[in-house]
């Protein structure tokens, strides 16, 4: 499977932005927890959010939490992650990332290691 992260684009502080992230090859996308995380310029990768093959269960960094909401559709080869009130330290590369091993679990959701599969990253700048 590969994954193709997009959406990302100049929004003005307290705006809003939907990113994608749309799965290619592979049959077994539905069975697969979806993470995004982000890189800020000087920064090293950090979790924002991840969601379960199920949808059952969401889980948010602090920073994020109450802002950003990803979902899934049963189905659809296609995750989302709405961002709302969006602050200038949001500005990051964005990557969505699939852990086809199923390795993911309620406690090891934000470790990078989980996800065996990257999208390429689409840029967010939060600027006025």
């Known amino acids: 499977v590969q994954l193709q992260a997009s959406g990302g684009g100049l929004v003005q502080p307290g705006g809003s932005l939907r990113l994608s992230c749309a799965a290619s090859?592979?049959?077994?996308?539905?069975?697969?927890?979806i993470s995004w995380f982000r890189q800020a310029p000087g920064k090293e990768r950090a979790f924002v959010a991840a969601?379960?093959?199920?949808?059952?269960?969401?889980y948010y960094s602090d920073s994020v939490k109450d802002r950003f909401t990803i979902s899934r559709v049963k189905g659809i080869k296609r995750v989302y992650l709405q961002m709302n009130s969006l602050r200038p330290e949001d500005t990051a590369v964005y990557y969505c990332?699939?852990?086809?091993?199923?390795?993911?679990?309620?406690?090891?959701?934000?470790?990078?290691?989980?996800?065996?599969?990257w999208g390429q990253g689409t840029l967010v700048t939060v600027s006025s």
């Open positions: 969601i379960d093959w199920r949808a059952i269960n969401a």
């Open positions: 090859g592979g049959t077994s996308f539905s069975n697969y927890a």
């Open positions: 990332a699939a852990d086809s091993r199923r390795y993911y679990s309620g406690s090891n959701f934000a470790t990078e290691g989980v996800y065996n599969v």
